[in-house]
C-alpha cells in the first residue's frame, strides 16, 4: 500500500515564529489533506490540496504532486496553534480509495 | 448543516461484553470511513463505507469487527467480546466525495 512520511515527529517553536512541516508519499494520489487534531482530539480539515498552493489565513499549504510531497507553512505562530498536523492521502486511481494518514508531526507553540 | 455525529462520546465496557458506535454523517453525505487512534499515535484506517456497501475493510480485524452504513440511519462500527486492547479512540469521518469532516470521536475504555 501507499506509505506515507510527515517531518519533523516532533516541533517546539516560540510565538511568533515561522514553521514548515512536510508531507512524502511513495505513490501517486488522487488527493491530499492536511488536519490539525487541536490538544482535545478533535480534528479539523485545513486544506484539501491535490495539487498547487492554496492559503488561509496564517496557514498555507503547496502539494506538488510530480515530486509526490506536501509542505504546510505556519506563519506568526500562536500557541492555539498547538497539536498534531496530519497529511492524508487517497491512492491515485479511477474509483474511490481508502484515506492513509501519515504519522503526523507533533507541534506546540510556547508563549 | 449539523456536523458529523458520534456518539456515545465515551464508552465504558467489560471484557467480553460488545461495544456499538454510532456515526451520523453530514447531510448529503455518502461516505463513511472509520479510524482508530491509540493515544500518542496516528489514525489507523479500519473500513470504508458507502451507503449499504462496504468499499474497503482491508484495516479492519477480521474477527470481532463489523460495520456497516445502512440506507437509513446511521453507521455503526460493532465490537464483539471486547479486550482490553480495543481500548482507543475511534473517529468517524463522512465526505460528499473526497474531503473528509470528522466527528469528536468515541473513546472506548475496556476494564
Known amino acids: 500500500g501507499i506509505q506515507v512520511e510527515q517531518s519533523p515527529p516532533d516541533l517546539i517553536l516560540q510565538e511568533g515564529a515561522n514553521s514548515t512541516l512536510r508531507c512524502n508519499f511513495s505513490?501517486?494520489?488522487?488527493?491530499l489533506q492536511w488536519f490539525h487534531q487541536n490538544p482535545w482530539g478533535q480534528l479539523i480539515n485545513l486544506f484539501y490540496?491535490?495539487?498547487g498552493t492554496k492559503q488561509n489565513g496564517r496557514l498555507s499549504a503547496t502539494t506538488v504532486a510530480t515530486e509526490r510531497y506536501s509542505l504546510l507553512y505556519i506563519s506568526s505562530s500562536q500557541t492555539t496553534d498547538s497539536g498534531v498536523y496530519f497529511c492524508?492521502?487517497?491512492?491515485?486511481?479511477?474509483?474511490?480509495?481508502?484515506?492513509?494518514f501519515g504519522p503526523g508531526t507533533s507541534l506546540s507553540v510556547i508563549p | 448543516n449539523a456536523g458529523v455525529m458520534q456518539n456515545p462520546r465515551h464508552l465504558v465496557r467489560r471484557r467480553g461484553q460488545e461495544a456499538r458506535l454510532r456515526c451520523s454523517p453530514m447531510?448529503?453525505?455518502?461516505?463513511v470511513y472509520w479510524y482508530r487512534q491509540l493515544p500518542e499515535e496516528g489514525l489507523k484506517f479500519m473500513v470504508y463505507?458507502?451507503?449499504?456497501?462496504?468499499?474497503?475493510e482491508s484495516g479492519m480485524p477480521k474477527e470481532r469487527f463489523s460495520a456497516e452504513f445502512p440506507k437509513e440511519g446511521p453507521s455503526i462500527l460493532r465490537i464483539q467480546q471486547v479486550v482490553r486492547g480495543d481500548s482507543a479512540a475511534y473517529f468517524c469521518?463522512?465526505?460528499?466525495?473526497?474531503?473528509?469532516?470528522f466527528g469528536s470521536g468515541t473513546q472506548l475504555s475496556v476494564l
Open positions: 469521518a463522512s465526505s460528499p466525495d473526497r474531503k473528509l469532516f
Open positions: 505513490d501517486s494520489v488522487n488527493n
Open positions: 490540496i491535490p495539487s
Open positions: 492524508a492521502v487517497e491512492r491515485e486511481g479511477t474509483s474511490y480509495d481508502k484515506v492513509i
Open positions: 447531510k448529503g453525505h455518502s461516505h
Open positions: 463505507l458507502q451507503k449499504e456497501n462496504i468499499i474497503d
